[in-house]
T-cell receptor, first 116, second 112 residues
Framework: KAGVTQTPRYLIKTRGQQVTLSCSPISGHRSVSWYQQTPGQGLQFLFEYFSETQRNKGNFPGRFSGRQFSNSRSEMNVSTLELGDSALYLC???????????????FGSGTQLSVL | KQEVTQIPAALSVPEGENLVLNCSFTDSAIYNLQWFRQDPGKGLTSLLLIQSSQREQTSGRLNASLDKSSGRSTLYIAASQPGDSATYLCAVKGGATNKLIFGTGTLLAVQP
């Protein structure tokens, strides 16, 4: 069974640009969540999607957005990039059926975004 | 606001030693606590998940305990091996927000 796939693996952008990151969950998983990891702030929750609906979101500005498609694949978008957006962006998936409260998460390898 | 702290921040031990990693959280109203490991430049691998009604979980050489009332969890690694070298993170889920809040991590180095 294939794991969680995130593309691209590395990305270099300049300030003011926008970026779209992609996440394909494990087959059969319907819940996808996104996290930002930086040396200073550690791992922070961005948002969670289930069946194409955003179920929860973290404390990030509106420049950060996401969506989930009918096949459970998810994308996150960051507009008007700032230097501080440089981070490892991680996606995780879980079954999601009956709620995600006590489900193990399966993480992808992440997308390393560098903003110059 | 939930805060999760891990002590120590870094740990270096010789191969074969038993060790304990600590995680503390400020809000005891949690649904579960998970322990993850992260290898350099990689994503996270879930090691153990302890539901709020449970006291401990075991998987191979790993044992995690949870004391909700005191806001503490420990991850015990028996007979450590160089392959155990990684960053270990704990994360709690719960409260009104139901978000997953991660700890600061412990960087473990097991010397051969």
């Amino acid at each position: 069974k294939a794991g969680v796939t995130q593309t691209p693996r590395y990305l270099i952008k300049t300030r003011g640009q926008q970026v779209t990151l992609s996440c394909s969950p494990i087959s059969g998983h319907r819940s996808v969540s996104w996290y930002q990891q930086t040396p200073g702030q550690g791992l922070q929750f961005l948002f969670e999607y289930f069946s194409e609906t955003q179920r929860n979101k973290g404390n990030f500005p509106g420049r950060f957005s996401g969506r989930q498609f009918s096949n459970s694949r998810s994308e996150m978008n960051v507009s008007t990039l700032e230097l501080g957006d440089s981070a490892l962006y991680l996606c995780a998936s879980s079954h999601g059926t009956g709620g995600t409260t006590n489900e193990k998460l399966f993480f992808g390898s992440g997308t390393q975004l560098s903003v110059l | 606001k939930q805060e999760v702290t891990q002590i120590p921040a870094a740990l270096s031990v010789p191969e074969g030693e038993n060790l304990v990693l600590n995680c503390s959280f400020t809000d005891s109203a949690i649904y579960n606590l998970q322990w993850f490991r992260q290898d350099p430049g990689k994503g996270l691998t879930s090691l153990l998940l302890i539901q709020s009604s449970q006291r401990e979980q075991t998987s191979g050489r790993l044992n995690a305990s949870l004391d909700k009332s005191s806001g503490r969890s420990t991850l015990y690694i028996a007979a450590s091996q160089p392959g155990d070298s990684a960053t270990y993170l704990c994360a709690v889920k719960g409260g009104a927000t139901n978000k997953l809040i991660f700890g600061t991590g412990t960087l473990l180095a097991v010397q051969p």
